[in-house]
């Protein structure tokens, strides 16, 4: 295969004959794959040359000889810092595939990532990591509320990107709130050590230390030491509260079942609840079960996914 | 008086980089039109956000993201026309199929890094004369060899012969980039 072939494939003025001799020449093999791809790219940076230099090669003694040329190449290199242009050449440029995972409301689950790491899954959680961690990070994303018990790996360090902060660590267990329909921003530590930062200033970091929760508020990450677990126990399947006021009972119920809840009823305010429900018996028995003690009314609409309590 | 600034930037960036992204998102597209409108909106996002960027942004690699994913949105959202044999619709799938795996692929931070640019404007500077007349005008101005050897009074192998001279020398330039580079990783 002329490698000069591909340039019309790539510009679109190859003809349907040529085009099928390509097909076939990169069906028959990865390595035909892997040119292929350089040649794109290279075929890409021209592009988005300069092409006035091509004018400056007019006058003959402007004119740089080959020699010459790789010299300047060496000196460009030496002055670069660590920079993408390494990764460019040096890495196959092939995509890694994305494992992506959700978790439908009222349900939760355990997964282990490719390098060991112990995740519970809440409720509409989406989690998306890479099928094999590649050389460097562990990087996942999530949007929801996962447990991690991170397989320790000082070499590469864990990190988690939610839409709000990413959360690295080194070897622990943590878990972290970080809905992306919702303000809430909550990251608790139960052992080993992380660092919380925001993808727009990796500079100012917090640390958090076992026992140490850090939550946004007004734009701002506050921590605070935590020695009540209750709120966790969603890994066991269950929904727990302890001294909560209702509104907080309702908001939590929220975030497991995908539904809205609008408290007209002003009476159930002025109460502390404490108690455990099951995550799979679903909120309509949750409710019932607290109307045995409180006095209040409960309708779906017929339309939205809303309950109103009144 | 920071508009004005702006203003300015904006334009001397919009004068630079124009056509190149022009040639860029028309490669992958295949259609003047919907190049030119992409290239153009790309520009007036930038312009509408420049207030909300960190200042230490690379603006012209910022700019060619939105026209990649521009670009990508067109791609994935093309109907393969039913043709008139199932083979040729199925030939088209895959081409358009390449296209948009080729442009995902596509990193702008690492295209656009100013190295890769040095190396590949310093390399073409570095092409004798006639090469560089006829490489800019099969790249630059997408003449066809027949047009370029009519209108320089060649043959088309003579055309053909400059051009390979182009790529070969650009190949050579960044595969020797390429071990050192690897020296250089080795050394970290």
């Given amino acids: ?33 892997r040119v292929f791809n350089k040649e794109r790219k290279l075929f890409d940076a021209l592009l988005l040359a300069d092409d006035r230099v091509l004018d400056s090669a007019a006058t003959p003694t402007f004119r740089l000889q080959l020699g010459t040329v790789l010299r300047y190449a060496a000196v460009i290199l030496l002055t670069l810092s660590g920079s993408f242009a390494l990764q460019y050449y040096l890495q196959e440029s092939e995509p890694i595939a994305m494992q992506t995972i959700t978790v439908p409301a009222g349900q939760r689950i355990n997964i282990d990532l490719p390098d060991g790491t112990n995740v519970w899954l809440n409720a509409r959680t989406t989690i998306q990591y890479p099928i094999t961690f ?23 360090p864990f990190i988690v990107q939610t839409k709000k902060y990413h959360v690295e660590v080194l070897g ?13 921003f909550e990251t608790t530590l139960m052992q080993g050590k992380v660092s919380l930062f925001s993808p727009l200033n990796r500079n100012n970091e917090i640390i958090l230390r076992p026992n140490q929760k850090a939550y946004l508020h007004d734009g701002k990450l506050n921590i605070d030491s935590i020695s009540d677990y209750t709120q966790y126990r969603w890994i066991e399947g269950l929904i727990c509260f302890k001294n909560s006021e209702f509104n907080e009972v309702m908001k939590d119920f929220e975030k497991y079942y995908e539904i809205k809840i609008i408290v007209k009823n002003k009476k159930v305010r002025q109460y502390k609840y404490t108690g455990k429900f099951r995550q799979t018996d679903g909120v309509e028995y949750a409710l019932r079960v607290l109307q045995k003690n409180i006095s209040f009314n409960f309708r779906r609409d017929l339309n939205e996914p809303v309950i109103y309590i009144e | 008086m920071n508009y004005i600034n702006d203003l300015n930037t904006f334009n001397s960036i919009f004068r630079e980089y124009q056509s190149r992204f022009l040639r860029f998102a028309q490669s992958y597209v295949h259609d003047a039109a919907v190049a030119e409108d992409v290239v153009m909106e790309s520009f007036m996002y930038f312009w509408e ?5 960190p200042s230490s942004v690379n603006i012209p690699a910022y700019i060619l993201i939105t026209v990649k994913h521009k670009c990508l949105n067109y791609l994935q959202h093309l109907d393969v026309r039913a043709t008139v044999s199932e083979e040729l619709k ?41 090469t560089a007349q006829i490489f800019r005008m099969s790249r630059y101005e997408s003449k066809s060899h027949k047009d370029i050897a009519s209108e320089l009074d060649l043959s088309t192998k003579a055309v053909e012969f400059h051009i390979t001279k182009a790529t070969r020398t650009l190949r050579i330039v960044l595969k020797d980039y390429l071990i050192i580079l690897f020296f250089i990783y080795f050394i970290k």
Avoid at chain 2, 49 to 53: D, E, G, H, W
Wanted: charged share 30%; with cysteine.
């Fill in chain 1, 1 to 33: 295969m002329d490698i000069d072939n591909l340039y019309g494939f790539f510009q679109g003025t190859s003809t349907i004959e040529e085009e099928k001799e390509i097909r076939a020449w990169l069906e028959s093999s990865p390595d035909n794959v």
């Fill in chain 1, 134 to 156: 590649a050389k460097g990070n562990r990087t996942i994303h999530l949007d929801g509320e996962a447990f991690f018990d991170v397989k320790k790996d000082e070499k590469h």
């Fill in chain 1, 172 to 184: 622990t267990k943590f878990n972290i709130e970080s809905y992306s329909d919702s303000e809430v």
């Fill in chain 2, 49 to 53: 956000n420049r207030q909300q960027l």
């Fill in chain 2, 90 to 130: 199925e030939h088209a799938e895959w081409r358009l199929t390449t296209q948009i795996t080729n442009l995902e692929a596509c990193e702008p931070h690492e295209l656009f890094s100013t190295e890769v640019q040095a190396l590949v404007e310093v390399t073409l500077a570095s092409l004798p004369t006639r």
